[in-house]
């Protein structure tokens, strides 16, 4: 299914737009499900997704359920956490429970950073198994179910195509049956980090990318115009809806 391609003149206008979205979705998902599953990622997203939606009066805060697209592993209050950002940016400013918001174990990044290298795996490991825990208590599935079913997944994309901690070439592409994996030697710093899998991304209902500025014009040709594996390229929902929210300067070399 084609992509749903979204651009307005300024970041200002694209926040009412994305919150346009965020807000329809979690109205459809409480009414149906009595909750509203979502995924959010690092870089400029936060920002953008938080300054219209954080003042919207007609959303159901303590139905939502959040989850991260992919974290940083490095303490919650540190400034390179993505937790740390959406706290900044969204969190702070609305009534989700805080018991909602499922951050990765502090306890465990604390361990980690004490660790050789081979125990650094093991914990990381452990991390993942608990972060697996987590979704698997939300979406109320036995793991020998297949994949959790997000509501909406917000994903930026970075300058080399990377989506959630998934790079270009990287063997974390091909991976199929877990739900979250650790990356050690990401290409972008910090190079600890866990993340979603493509799997996870493909069965959510909607997946919306958020890309703004010159920076991303020849990304998201690539990305949009040509066939290619780029990980933002491999985001194709089983069942789910695809959007791109693109400030005009971001899409001005799109033939749209
Ligand atoms: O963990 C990270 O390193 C960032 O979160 C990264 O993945 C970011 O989401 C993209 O690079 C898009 O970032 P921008 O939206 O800021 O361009």
Same mark, same amino acid.
């Given at each position: 299914?084609?992509?749903?391609?979204?651009?307005?003149?300024?970041?200002?206008?694209?926040?009412?737009?994305?919150?346009?979205?965020?807000?329809?979705?979690?109205?459809?998902?409480?009414?149906?499900?009595?909750?509203?599953?979502?995924?959010?990622?690092?870089?400029?997203?936060?920002?953008?997704?938080?300054?219209?939606?954080?003042?919207?009066?007609?959303?159901?805060?303590?139905?939502?359920?959040?989850? /991260?697209?992919?974290?940083?592993?490095?303490?919650?209050?540190?400034?390179?956490?993505?937790?740390?950002?959406?706290?900044?940016?969204?969190?702070?400013?609305?009534?989700?429970?805080?018991?909602?918001?499922?951050?990765?174990?502090?306890?465990?990044?604390?361990?980690?950073?004490?660790?050789?290298?081979?125990?650094?795996?093991?914990?990381?490991?452990?991390?993942?198994?608990?972060?697996?825990?987590?979704?698997?208590?939300?979406?109320?599935?036995?793991?020998?179910?297949? /994949?959790?079913?997000?509501?909406?997944?917000?994903?930026?994309?970075?300058?080399?195509?990377?989506?959630?901690?998934?790079?270009?070439?990287?063997?974390?592409?091909?991976?199929?049956?877990?739900?979250?994996?650790?990356?050690?030697?990401?290409?972008?710093?910090?190079?600890?980090?866990?993340?979603?899998?493509?799997?996870?991304?493909?069965?959510?209902?909607?997946?919306?990318?958020?890309?703004?500025?010159?920076?991303?014009?020849?990304?998201?040709?690539?990305?949009?115009?040509?066939?290619?594996?780029?990980?933002?390229?491999?985001?194709?929902?089983?069942?789910?809806?695809?959007?791109? /929210?693109?400030?005009?300067?971001?899409?001005?070399?799109?033939?749209?």
């Amino acid at each position: 299914m084609a992509p749903h391609i979204i651009t307005k003149p300024t970041t200002g206008e694209l926040s009412i737009s994305l919150a346009d979205l965020v807000v329809e979705k979690s109205k459809k998902a409480i009414e149906t499900l009595d909750r509203f599953t979502i995924g959010l990622s690092g870089g400029s997203l936060p920002k953008i997704l938080a300054a219209d939606l954080k003042n919207r009066k007609d959303i159901t805060w303590e139905k939502w359920e959040v989850f /991260f697209c992919d974290e940083r592993i490095v303490p919650l209050d540190h400034n390179d956490s993505n937790y740390l950002l959406c706290k900044n940016e969204l969190f702070d400013h609305v009534p989700i429970p805080p018991e909602r918001i499922h951050t990765i174990n502090g306890e465990l990044v604390s361990k980690i950073e004490k660790v050789d290298t081979e125990k650094a795996a093991e914990v990381a490991q452990n991390m993942v198994d608990d972060y697996e825990n987590q979704l698997i208590k939300v979406f109320a599935c036995a793991k020998s179910v297949k /994949f959790p079913v997000f509501d909406l997944l917000l994903l930026g994309i970075g300058p080399d195509g990377h989506i959630c901690s998934l790079f270009p070439r990287h063997p974390l592409l091909e991976e199929d049956v877990t739900w979250v994996a650790y990356i050690m030697d990401s290409p972008k710093l910090p190079r600890r980090r866990i993340t979603l899998t493509l799997p996870v991304v493909n069965h959510a209902h909607t997946v919306a990318f958020v890309a703004t500025g010159a920076g991303k014009q020849d990304t998201l040709v690539e990305v949009l115009n040509e066939k290619g594996n780029l990980p933002a390229q491999l985001v194709k929902p089983i069942h789910g809806k695809v959007y791109w /929210f693109l400030d005009d300067e971001a899409a001005a070399k799109l033939n749209i």
